[in-house]
């Protein structure tokens, strides 16, 4: 999808390159009675809840298309007349280029939608160290830069886990996808090879940085905390709103204490990861694991306020948290 959007938003806008042909679109994709304004486009990783985000619940992969902003977006003025055919025109060339592709796929399409996934793994992985390592650029004393340390390796880290399914998902597209997993497998080790060497600029960029700091450049061990954490299992208790999106935590009404505690303690997550909570809950991950998976994804997030959040989730009877007699790795 990312790939046709690209497409029809830069034959749908001038560019200089093209600046013999008079200012018009190369491949104009354009309705009769709509605009023929620009396609200017925003490629954004999912967060928050939305109408897709129903699908993501129940594992089906998903993606949402809007207009943003949107002055009259839920409003009594969201009327036809404040929409235009051309966007439309454009989104369902999208959508129907890319359910076509996905529907009639078969070995030769599929390798190269795999082949797709490891370029633009690639960069997803150099944007997550770049984040990473303004972590580092951003510490000021011995204790931020180490903190600081550890979640520019967790970066890195959840972004190497994240492609190497990526690459893994194309395998179903393949006439026989167990074929294709297999052939796809070799990928695996070369993104951890990638992963790796990214976390070698990291641990270098540490040094340098420690060295202008003037602090020992220590390696991180786990805190209590954090090994406490790495021996809970999350698993979400079935309710009537398993599933569901919108980050409130699964609950509606009527409000209980523990419910009205879950909501507290959720207003201590940023808006944007509260959605993630819901579905990470359903993936047989520790404590830990769940918040360096939201922290790698988004933004570091103190371990403080995932327990608190989740211990009153459990409370509420939404989650159970059950201690594990081995932790799992990091």
Request: hydrophobic share 40%.
């Amino acid at each position: 999808a990312q790939s046709f959007v690209e497409f029809v938003g830069n034959t749908n806008r001038e560019r200089i390159r093209f600046r013999g042909n008079g200012y018009n679109f190369s491949l104009p994709i354009v309705s009769e009675n709509g605009s023929r304004d620009p396609l200017y486009y925003v490629i954004d990783k999912h967060y928050g809840a939305s109408d897709h985000t129903v699908y993501i619940g129940r594992g089906i992969p998903a993606i949402m298309f809007i207009t943003w902003p949107d002055p009259h977006y839920h409003s009594s003025m969201d009327v036809p007349q404040f929409l235009d055919p051309t966007q439309f025109k454009r989104a369902v060339v999208v959508t129907v280029g890319a359910m076509s592709l996905l529907a009639s796929a078969g070995d030769e399409s599929a390798l190269k939608i795999a082949d797709e996934n490891i370029g633009r793994g690639a960069e997803r992985m150099g944007w997550n160290q770049r984040k990473g390592l303004g972590y580092l650029a951003d510490a000021t004393s011995g204790g931020e830069l180490l903190e600081a340390y550890k979640e520019a390796r967790n970066a890195v880290r959840h972004q190497t886990n994240v492609e190497k399914a990526v690459v893994r998902s194309a395998s179903i597209l393949f006439d026989n996808p167990a074929n294709g997993q297999t052939q796809l497998q070799p990928f695996e080790a070369l993104i951890d090879q990638r992963g790796a060497a990214l976390q070698s600029e990291v641990a270098v960029a540490y040094r340098l940085r420690a060295a202008q700091l003037k602090v020992p450049a220590t390696e991180p061990v786990l805190t209590a905390e954090e090994q406490q954490a790495s021996r809970l299992l999350v698993e979400r208790i079935p309710s009537e709103n398993a599933g569901r999106g919108g980050g409130r935590g699964g609950f509606g009404a009527p409000q209980t204490p523990e419910l009205q505690a879950v909501q507290q303690a959720l207003q201590k997550i940023p808006q944007h990861m509260r959605s993630e909570f819901n579905l990470l809950a359903n993936q047989k991950k520790t404590a830990l694991e769940v918040r360096d998976f939201v922290a790698g994804e988004f933004d570091p997030l103190p371990l403080a306020d995932v327990m608190t959040y989740l211990r009153a989730q459990e409370k509420a009877g939404q989650i159970r948290l059950t201690e594990q007699a081995v932790p799992k790795k990091r």
